[in-house]
């Protein structure tokens, strides 16, 4: 889905609309590359983005192209690290149900978001999929290791779960035998 916008210059361009279920379903994709072993150092491999930008298209329609799912991977990491940013600061933590970051009280928000104004958004904006963005790019593609949970500091029904509880940790291939080539900035990548 597109849209057509103005953009500073008052020329017309079209933005791509990405909605709920392509989120999720490219997100789905990426984590099954992470763990067939094809996402390595922060890339994936190019039978892997082929395949992911081929099983796409063939859900959601030709109009998405390489630089759409680009340019999706770079705004997916740019809210990942936001997200770990906030949870890693003392008094926030990730509550799972209502898949959005919470603060022990309106104070510890208060002092961050007028330090940090930016991260105000994320106050009361969720994001399905955290647990899936982890894997793709916490740990996962640098020690293949998928952690299913960004941090001991995640909240579950309202009472913390422990860190082994919540973790799932497997070990991913080490791309030996791979006859694919790493990508580098040309797709998912860097």
């Known amino acids: 889905m597109e849209k057509e916008t103005l953009n500073v ?52 329609g030709s109009n998405y192209d390489l630089k759409n799912l680009k340019n999706h991977y770079r705004a997916l990491k740019k809210n990942h690290n936001a997200i770990k940013t906030l949870i890693d600061q003392s008094g926030f933590g990730w509550d799972n149900d209502r898949e959005i970051v919470y603060a022990d009280d309106d104070q510890v928000w208060d002092d961050y978001v007028k330090a940090h104004p930016d991260f105000g958004i994320w106050r009361t904006k969720s994001i399905t999929g955290y647990e899936d963005l982890c894997i793709i790019f916490g740990d996962g ?9 960004p941090s001991d500091k995640v909240k579950n029904h309202g009472k913390h779960i422990p860190k082994d509880a919540r973790n799932m940790i497997g070990e991913n291939m080490n791309g030996e035998g791979s006859q694919s080539s790493l990508v580098g900035s040309d797709f998912l990548g860097k």
């Open 9 to 60: 210059k008052g020329q017309s361009s079209r933005r791509t609309m990405w909605m709920p279920p392509m989120d999720t379903n490219f997100m789905k994709l990426m984590v099954a590359q992470v763990h067939d072993g094809q996402y390595l150092d922060g890339q994936f491999s190019r039978h892997s983005s082929k395949c992911i930008m081929e099983q796409f298209k063939a859900k959601f």
């Open 141 to 149: 593609g640098a020690s293949r290791k998928h952690s299913r949970a």
